[in-house]
């Protein structure tokens, strides 16, 4: 009996994934949920996710539960470029949410780069309707004065800049979701998070951007190409954190 109660919850599970019901890599309910939904014990419960899991439907993650499985976002640090067009490249649905447009004292971290007054922007970018980033940008005061929220609705700043741009550092790092940013991800307050820290600069070196990236830890993948001959010790870039 026991082993049809938990097939018979695995196929239920089946069809609410099939139906995205939870998103590709969103959250299912918490086990004790579930038990509650289908009047069943944790063991029939996690038979139930276990069968999911070999069929490669379900992914059980540290710190955020059971998972639909989804192919992560993949970003190539190659080459200068936006979240967007990277999605575009591999025929995903991209999407931005802004949710907030001031021109405020500069924060002190970006201050030494863009000056006292800045324009900031935060937004939430979405892949295949689901959250998977929340993005800052800190544009400096001068060059943003013209923008409005529908310009960095529609566009990138890279688009919306009228200087010519000379590339950009970025430096990524780990670290716990904060409760804003777990609320405004669906992800569970504290689990893994990527963190992306860029500074563009202009052709002639000078910053024009200071924008901060965070990503849902399961959800996205930093990808770099390295040719032949590269010897991985002496990868550029590649610093320990003290």
């Known amino acids: 009996m026991r082993q049809i109660r938990y097939r018979n919850i695995a196929d239920d599970l089946r069809g609410r994934i099939a139906a995205e019901e939870f998103g590709a890599g969103g959250l299912l309910p918490s086990e004790s949920t579930l038990c509650a939904t289908y009047e069943a014990s944790r063991v029939t419960i996690r ?10 439907l379900v992914e059980s993650r540290q710190g955020f539960g059971w998972v639909a499985s989804s192919d992560p976002v993949r970003q190539g640090l190659a080459s200068l470029g936006t979240i967007e067009s990277q999605l575009r ?7 931005r949410d802004i949710v907030g447009f001031r021109f405020i004292e500069a924060p002190a971290t970006v201050r030494p780069l863009l000056g006292d007054r800045v324009l900031e922007v935060r937004r939430r970018n979405l ?3 689901a959250p ?3 993005v800052t940008v800190w544009c400096r005061e001068d060059l943003g004065a013209e923008l409005s929220k529908a310009d960095v609705t529609r566009h990138s700043f890279y688009e919306l800049l009228k200087v010519p741009l000379g590339g950009a550092t970025q430096t990524i790092g780990a670290r716990q979701m904060s409760a804003d940013d777990a609320e405004l991800l669906d992800v569970p307050v504290g689990s893994a998070a990527l963190v992306a820290q860029r500074v563009t600069s202009d052709a002639q070196g000078v910053p024009v951007l200071v924008a901060e990236h965070v990503f849902p830890g399961h959800l ?4 770099v190409e390295l040719g032949v ?3 991985v010790e002496d990868a550029p870039g590649l610093r320990l954190v003290e």
């Open 229 to 231: 001959g590269t010897i």
């Open 132 to 134: 998977f980033a929340r």
């Open 127 to 129: 892949a295949d309707g």
């Open 89 to 95: 490249e591999s025929g995903r649905r991209s999407a």
């Open 220 to 223: 996205t993948e930093f990808v």
């Open 47 to 56: 038979r139930a996710l276990e069968t999911l899991r070999d069929e490669g």
